[in-house]
């Protein structure tokens, strides 16, 4: 998942980052309201974690604006603020959680997993496409029953293909979500990594499952159309 924080704090910003990180996720960080209201409507994001107290404009006003242009964008309130009235106030004007400092990160983490699958992404803990299997919490794959070994790396790329099975990823898309990058158009590593997960997962097999979209990037076919 790519995933935003909006915290003023640093040491606190990076602490959740490399804890965020360390499960596999891809991750942002913005230290400031206007900032981080930027960031969450130029890219595609699965969650953004908000602070309510930052510099510039408050993470109130930035809740607002991800509800006006991005309806569906699961957002997750960390702040100190702990009355009532705050609360009220922040899910009335969309939140989806609310969770004051000082935390536990399991807590955090645990209540991001639950708002991901409360989302429009799959809440299977195991995704399939035809005979291919991809278990996210054993983090398994098999396909036809034969189990496939993959690099970390490898295994994001897959989940994110079959998370949007069916639908045309692009490369920026791609290397946003999977290596957390800006895009590069001169970088061939999406090209290389299809490569590596096509004779892992497709050689062998029928039938094909990652496709190649001319002009566009790479799908994951369910219906097994010609690469």
Known sequence: MRILIVEDDTA?????RKGLEAEHHAVDVASEGNQGRAMAMEFDYDLVVLDLNLPGVDGVSVLKSLRQRK?????MILTARSRVEDRVQCLDSGADDYLVKPFSFLELSA????LLRRSHLP??????VRDLCLDRVQRKVE????????T????????????????R????????HVWNLTFDSTTNVVDVYINYLRRKVDDGFSPCLI???RGVGYQMCVQGASA
């Open 123 to 128: 809440s299977e803990s195991v995704l399939t």
């Open 71 to 75: 309806a569906n964008l699961p957002v």
């Open 152 to 167: 970390t790396k490898e295994f994001a790329l897959l989940e994110y293909l079959m998370r949007n099975a069916g639908r």
């Open 111 to 114: 209540r991001a997993r639950a």
């Open 211 to 213: 496709h190649t979209v």
């Open 143 to 150: 396909r036809a029953g034969r189990h496939i070994e993959l």
């Open 12 to 16: 606190l910003a990076n602490f959740i």
């Open 169 to 176: 990823l692009t490369r920026a898309m791609i290397i946003e």
